[in-house]
């Protein structure tokens, strides 16, 4: 069975998530996580990145709420 590749941006732009859609009975997953200004590239577990990603993804809103509160 065929599964669809997806990427999306992050945290405007500085990180792009790839996953797996859900298709049929599987479950979808994310499978690399790359910061784009240095090329590194995570691997790990589905879980592991997954929480990473949540955490990243949340990142930019506090640092604009931080700046506003600073400003």
Do not use: Y
Not at 11 to 33: L, M, P, Q, T
Not at 42 to 66: D, F, M, N, T, W
């Amino acid at each position: 069975m065929a599964q669809k590749v997806e990427s999306w941006f992050i945290c405007d732009g500085r990180f792009r998530v790839h996953a797996i859609n859900a298709v049929g009975r599987r479950v979808g997953r994310i499978i690399e996580i790359e910061d784009l200004k240095s090329g590194r590239r995570v691997h790990g577990s589905a879980r592991r990145l997954e929480r990473l990603a949540q955490g990243l993804s949340k990142l930019p809103q506090q640092v604009e709420s931080s700046r506003a509160i600073g400003a």
